[in-house]
């Protein structure tokens, strides 16, 4: 069967959308909580960016979605299993299909890793009309998608008239994937590649993935690279503590290829060292040792507490 064609996706590619945006971070107090739960950006008609509040889980991770002419994917379904994810999505893609009517439009719901914080919300979905939410396993993943040589293969997905690009990128989690849209330009990179802690769980696979993402990405047109949450202070080297429900001073999530390349120069060098390795617009985890790790949750619980008296 033939996809319908939608004159809305015409005209040159990548698009070019919008990401000057003042995301939401937090309250300044615990006890006057003023954020949204969930933050909507419009990047162009037919992309959204979606970012949870740290005022519900101080993991505030972004979530994407994507608008074909035949069908839409939802990337990832945050850390918050509550309906106001669902009921945003259905109110968006209710939106989009009035100015592009169609009899049916299904959803996919896939997910960039396994991490609880990115599929949390997966059980709103389960009763969804039309939807299929893809499993969280490797197997599940591989399936899905149809690779046949996981991880290292670019495997297609059509939405209809916008073709997705998706590789698989283990190191920080055995399912982890890389997604290039080329309507819009971004790569979307999970928690692989972001401004903030990046976990290495597999340190030969974490770079070996690091390796082939730079390669597709200076293969492609890309206009952002954009990962899952931002960790990060504007101060280089420095993070907000784990667990931080407040981040006034963050930079933007979206990086540049250039930043990519910057963190896999970065793996690579340290491949070979474990520990907490810090550098300008991320840092590095890899695999630290006992008291390294004791260091940062001594650290987190400082932040809490400063946050509680000054509250």
């Given amino acids: 069967m033939s996809l319908m064609v939608d004159s809305a996706f015409a005209g040159p590619r990548p698009v070019r959308g919008d990401l000057d945006v003042a995301w939401i971070h937090g309250s300044a107090s615990r006890r006057r909580r003023t954020d949204p739960p969930l933050q909507v950006h419009a ?51 209710a939106t989009w299909r009035a100015a ?33 939410v893809i499993g969280t396993d490797v197997a599940s993943v591989r399936q899905f998608f149809g690779f046949t040589d996981w991880p290292a293969e670019v495997v297609t997905f059509e939405l209809g008239e916008r073709t997705l690009e998706i590789t698989g990128v283990p190191g920080h989690h055995e399912t982890s994937v890389a997604l290039y849209d080329p309507w819009s330009g971004l790569l979307l ?46 101060t280089p080297g420095r993070d907000y503590p784990v667990g931080a429900l407040y981040q006034p001073d963050e930079p933007p999530p979206q990086l540049t290829v250039d930043d990519l390349r910057a963190v ?13 390795h810090r ?33």
């Fill in 43 to 93: 990047y162009d008609e037919h992309t959204y960016v979606l970012r949870q509040s740290k005022d519900v889980t101080f993991e505030a991770p972004f979530v994407v979605l994507l608008l074909g002419s035949e069908r839409a994917m939802l990337l990832d379904s945050g850390a918050v299993d509550d309906r106001t994810l669902r009921r945003t999505v259905d109110d968006l893609i």
């Fill in 100 to 132: 592009h009517p169609r009899e049916t439009y299904p959803l996919v719901v896939a997910h960039t890793h396994a991490h609880r914080d990115h599929r949390a919300g997966d059980r709103q979905f389960s009763d969804r009309p039309d939807t299929v």
């Fill in 189 to 234: 990179t999970g928690d692989t590649v972001y401004p903030g802690r990046l976990y290495v769980q597999d340190t030969p696979a974490f770079t070996d993935s690091l390796r082939r993402m730079v390669a597709f990405a200076e293969a492609r047109e890309v206009t952002h690279v954009l990962g899952c949450h931002v960790e990060m202070t504007r």
């Fill in 264 to 276: 896999r120069d970065a793996a690579v060098g340290v491949a070979g060292s474990r520990g907490i």
């Fill in 279 to 311: 550098f300008d617009s991320f840092i590095v985890w890899n695999r630290p040792g006992p008291a390294a790790m004791t260091r940062q949750a001594v650290r987190s619980l400082i932040g809490r507490i400063r946050r509680r008296l000054s509250s």
